[in-house]
Structures are given as C-alpha cells and as structure tokens.
C-alpha cells in the first residue's frame, strides 16, 4: 500500500472523487500544508492556520499507478485559480499536491509540466508540489460527508 495527499478545493467532494478509483484503499479528508499543531475545522476556515483541506489516499500500486491519481486529481478542479475551487474561496481550498517520496515529487512535477507544454489549460498552473507534512484527519463528521448527507452537492 502507497500513500498520495491532494488538497483540490472542498475536502467532501475531493473524498468521492478518489474513493471511486479501484485500487484504492482508504480515503481520510483532514488538514495539511499549515503551521498550526491540531487545527480545528474552524481554525482552517479562518485562514490563519495555513493548512489545505485535502485528503489522504491509501492505494495499491499494483491496481492504480500514481499518475493515474494525479489524472484525476487535474481533471477535477481548476488548478490555475489560486486560493479557489469552484465556489470556495480561501488559503485552505488551494491546489496542492503532497509529496511523500522523490519519486511522486517527480511524478508530480513531470506531469504537471507536461499539462503546461500541452496548454491544457488557458492559464498558468498555480498547483503547489510539497514534502507531505503531518496531516491531521479532520473531525469524524466530516469522514465520508458525501456518503452521510446524501442531498450534499459535489463542487468538484
């Protein structure tokens, strides 16, 4: 079992997103990319922790490479719009990518660049490529929202 950590916009819609692909494991939605020890749902959404909402995907290699990840995580949100996905504006809804070894630092770089040479998009990539740092799992309502709440509308 690999580990990946995309923060892509509202941590609800990213956790469907990931936990549809076979091959993955375990989704956790939580908070990373801050300077704050224990962050609360509440302290991320005031902008002051510095933390992404993101999600934290445990995956076999061996059904589901790692770029495959990363194909989803692009096709699914704007990562050219700073601080914003869909309707959620703030620090905490950026576009990042966290790294857990060389080689999905690599991965990410490559092909986040190749999306660039290609212009997938009309402007600029704004995805941040980061060492993964602690992540703190959100609280347990937020686990699996979308499964909990069935009339909650995905943004992604």
């Not at 749902?41 to 445990?58: F, I, K, R």
């Not at 096709?75 to 719009?81: F, G, L, N, Q, Y």
């Not at 630092?105 to 990539?125: Q, W």
């Not at 941040?128 to 069935?150: C, R, S, T, V």
Request: aromatic share 12%; glycine share 8%; proline share 8%.
């Amino acid at each position: 079992m690999d580990k990946a950590t995309f923060a892509l916009g509202c941590f609800w819609g990213s956790q469907v997103l990931f936990k549809k692909i076979p091959g993955v494991l375990k989704t956790v939605v939580g908070y990373t990319g801050g300077h704050v020890p224990n962050p609360t749902y509440e302290s991320v959404c005031s902008g002051t922790t510095g933390h992404a909402e993101a999600v934290e995907v445990a995956y076999d290699p061996s059904v589901v490479s790692y770029p495959e990840l990363l194909e989803t995580f692009f096709e699914h949100h704007d990562p050219t719009t700073p601080n914003r996905s869909g309707p959620d504006v703030g620090e905490q809804y950026r576009s990042a990518i966290f790294y857990h070894t060389e080689e999905q630092r690599k991965a990410a770089e490559e092909f986040r660049d190749r999306l660039e040479r290609n212009h997938r998009y009309k402007n600029p990539i704004v995805t941040e490529i980061l060492p993964a740092g602690e992540f703190y799992p959100a609280e347990e309502y937020h686990q699996d929202y979308a499964e909990k709440n069935p009339s909650y509308v995905c943004h992604i």
